[in-house]
């Protein structure tokens, strides 16, 4: 299936690379994942990466409970392009009912052929209620959540995955524990964010952790944090003998980064440096894919969060900046994307570098009264917000 293992060349120990991925029965070409990003991966950026590479593209986090009581917001986030042959979602909750409800609207209702169920968002209105981040702390509980899950999807043959990370804070660790569970629970694979609930998007992912969980589990664990650039998603597989990598904010403003990835679990070393003048065809094509999705107003708005990252370390006024993040139209994008110099190299100096969310660590991690007292909590979640939408 494609699973890292180590080689011997010349007495150095090597690494294979993994050339695809297996998640029960859905096989992925390239061992990549498009992290899922509340407000980000949404159908039409989901379909520009993977008009770039090849992997596996998961819509942004949608609630349980939404799902199951119909919410309309829920609803107009579970929209697939035509072109998406696998269909993959994030889905959230505390509840394990709710949960094994959904898992099974999403499998019946809505074609989806992976589910990836969200424990890692370190956002204090989830972990207030035990969602999230918190939930792993409680380790009966994420079994209850797990196996409803599991067995919901079992029917239709989808795998279900599960995306955490290292713990609440460095006193509080979960992963390891987090592993065996979703193995003993029939996980088809753990993805996990190399940093704690606390650090939130703060300093570095520790890949160790990621290697620490590979040593521990017998099931793909996916390695997530500070991919910026391919070599990054070679290092870490390299590093920690991962199935395979979930790429995230590196990708922000490069799509072409599926391309580079591909590429490099092919053996190919390659680093796409698109000019000014590509970089303005695939902020045409994103807004055009949008707006095909949205309807032209709400996707051009939609695009304009995305500016300051395709833009990063160009040369364009602020003036101009400041107008695009205004664009309200095609027409409208057009005239001001035609300013730009197309001749423009890619500022390299880029390369490697973090973008964005990043910020400070937590000073404390918000959990519901008496959440540390025991590590069970069977039948003991909260209830969850249909509408919950900030993702991870
Ligand atoms: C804007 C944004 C939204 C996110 N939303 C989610 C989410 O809905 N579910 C989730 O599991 N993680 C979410 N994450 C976390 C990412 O999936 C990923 O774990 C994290 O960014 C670390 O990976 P990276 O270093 O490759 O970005 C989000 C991250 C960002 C930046």
């Not at 990621?210 to 390299?238: K, Q, T, Y």
């Not at 995305?306 to 990063?312: D, M, R």
């Not at 040369?315 to 423009?344: I, K, M, N, T, Y």
């Not at 973090?354 to 910020?359: D, I, S, V």
Request: proline share 5%.
């Amino acid at each position: 299936m494609g699973r890292g293992g180590h080689g011997f060349d010349n007495g150095a120990v090597t690494t294979v690379l993994p050339d695809s991925l297996t998640l029960g029965s859905v096989r992925v070409e390239t061992p990549v994942v498009l992290a899922p990003m509340a407000g980000i991966t949404n159908a039409a950026y989901r379909r520009l990466c993977a008009e770039q590479g090849a992997g596996l593209y998961v819509c942004e986090m949608i609630t349980s409970r939404g799902l199951v009581e119909g919410d309309e917001t829920t609803k107009k986030m579970l929209v697939f392009d035509e072109l998406e042959t696998v269909r993959s979602v994030q889905l959230y909750g505390t509840d394990p009912v709710y949960i094994g409800k959904a898992v099974e609207i999403l499998c019946a209702d809505h074609g989806v052929a992976h589910v990836d169920l969200n424990f890692g968002c370190p956002v204090p209105k989830v972990t207030r209620k035990g969602g999230g981040g918190a939930l792993p702390w409680k380790r009966g509980l994420l079994g209850e959540v797990l196996e409803h899950a599991v067995a919901a999807a079992a029917p239709y043959d989808v795998p279900v995955t599960m995306k955490t990370r290292k713990g609440l804070d460095d006193d509080h660790l979960t992963y390891l524990d987090a592993g065996r569970i979703a193995q003993e629970s029939g996980v088809a694979a753990i993805a996990l964010h190399g940093r704690t609930v606390q650090q939130a998007y703060s300093g570095e992912a520790d890949w160790d952790a990621i290697g620490a969980l590979v040593d521990h589990v017998d099931i793909p664990v996916l390695g997530n944090g500070d991919i910026w650039e391919a070599a990054d998603a070679v290092r870490m597989v390299e590093q920690t003998g991962a199935a395979g990598v979930v790429v995230g904010r590196g990708c922000l403003g490069r799509p072409w980064l599926f391309r580079d990835l591909a590429a490099a679990f092919h053996g190919e070393d390659v680093a796409t440096l698109p000019s000014l003048g590509e970089v303005k065809t695939m902020m045409r094509r994103h807004a055009e894919l949008l707006s095909e999705h949205m309807g032209e107003e709400r996707g051009c708005k939609e695009f304009r969060k995305h500016i300051t990252w395709y833009l990063k370390g160009f040369p364009a006024g602020g003036e101009l900046r400041h107008r695009l993040a205004l664009v309200d139209s095609l027409a409208s994008l057009d005239e001001l994307l035609a300013d730009l110099d197309d001749a423009a190299p890619f500022p390299e100096r880029e390369l490697g570098t973090p973008r964005g969310r990043q910020g400070a660590p937590r000073k404390k991690v918000v959990l519901p009264d008496g959440w540390l007292d025991d590590t069970d909590g069977r039948g003991s979640h909260l209830r969850e917000d249909a509408d919950e939408a900030t993702g991870g």
